[in-house]
């Protein structure tokens, strides 16, 4: 059935009528629309405001995870001393302290002067891969040459040059520090304030999920800890008992690149091989059979074995968030890579267990 039009009303009560025009706001379908319009409007200017703030953002990340650093460290001596959250904060924080004064004292200029000769010895290994080469059949044009020996010694450089203390970024790394720090003083306070600006019947939910990506990323970065000493210490060892030269140095880039997985264990390694045939065949040899039994023992049975294989992160998965993240951050990017995946693995686990419904119990 037709709607009878309204029938037109006078002069004098057509200012009266109280009937919502097409573009008055409270007319239910105008307010729908007003809604959806808002909620692209908020992710387009979300998508937006995160580009512009996707550095700042990553280093208040970079201090979530350094601050879960500390939490671990602080939970393990609150097993065994009933201090105050903030005094066992300050003894691991104290203690990694004096763990450092004590390395660059003994062993701070040793290092320097290894990391000083390492780009040198890499350039000359490059040559003598380049030539041999050459001789057998492989073309290289001399533009091509160029650009492999400065590209990689631009790398070997920067990595020594870290090494060596000419550090970049050290106000990032100084907020990174002090973010984690009061995280892990007392994370109540912005617990409780992200929770707040949820809505009522979300706020057990994120707690539970919060809970979960902290215990997560507390015995990931446990197992990488443990797995960036072992392989630093026992490289170091395993070359300078072989007589590799710069053995210090190697296993101290290799107990760094070792919170890198993938792409830090085969960097690692070039740089191994490429010193050790500088003493020719035999020791690039005994390099190689080094690389491989501590990347095996280090990658099958320690880290396993902390970590408990917790994040169940897929190989080719980490890579490829590694080399989006590097590509689009830098190092700090990269460093934060397998971090941010874990977590946001558990952030969609907890999504999908949420929308799934409830076994239905048998017999219904």
Request: hydrophobic content about 55%; proline content about 6%.
């Amino acid at each position: 059935m037709t709607a009878l039009p309204h029938p037109p009303l006078p002069e004098d009560e057509a200012l009266h009528d109280l009937r919502p025009s097409p573009v008055d706001a409270a007319a239910l379908d105008v307010r729908r629309e007003a809604r959806r319009a808002l909620v692209w409007l908020g992710l387009a200017g979300a998508m937006a405001l995160i580009t512009v703030l996707a550095n700042p953002l990553l280093v208040v990340f970079g201090g979530m995870v350094f601050g879960a650093l500390l939490d671990g460290g602080a939970r393990l001596i609150g097993r065994v001393l009933p201090l105050p959250r903030w005094l066992r904060v300050m003894v691991v924080i104290l203690a990694a302290v004096a763990f450092i004064v004590w390395f660059a004292v003994f062993a701070g200029s040793q290092i320097v002067d290894q990391a000083a000769l390492l780009p040198g010895l890499v350039r000359g290994q490059g040559l003598r891969i380049l030539t041999w080469a050459s001789h057998h059949g492989f073309a290289f044009n001399t533009r091509f040459q160029q650009q492999i020996q400065t590209q990689a010694l631009s790398s070997v450089s920067q990595l020594t040059g870290v090494v060596g203390g000419v550090l970049g970024g050290i106000a990032t790394l100084l907020l990174i520090v002090v973010l984690g720090i009061y995280l892990a003083i007392d994370p109540q306070p912005y617990r409780r304030g992200m929770g707040w600006l949820l809505p009522r019947s979300m706020r057990p939910f994120f707690e539970d999920t919060l809970s979960d990506m902290g215990h997560t990323l507390r015995r990931l970065l446990l197992g990488r800890l443990i797995g960036m000493v072992v392989e630093g210490v026992t490289i170091g060892v395993a070359l300078g008992i072989g007589g590799v030269p710069l053995s210090s140095v190697l296993g101290l880039i290799a107990g760094l690149l070792a919170f890198l997985p993938n792409i830090g264990a085969a960097i690692s390694g070039m740089l191994m091989l490429l010193v050790g045939l500088s003493g020719g065949t035999h020791m690039a040899l005994y390099c190689i059979a080094v690389y491989v039994v501590v990347q095996g023992v280090d990658g099958n049975i320690i880290v396993p074995m902390v970590a408990k294989r917790t994040a169940d992160l897929a190989p080719a998965l980490v890579l490829g968030m590694q080399l989006v993240m590097g590509a689009l951050f830098g190092i700090l990017g990269l460093a934060l890579a397998d971090p941010l995946l874990a977590m946001s693995k558990v952030l969609l686990e907890k999504i999908a267990a949420r929308g799934t419904p409830a076994a239905a119990p048998d017999g219904a």
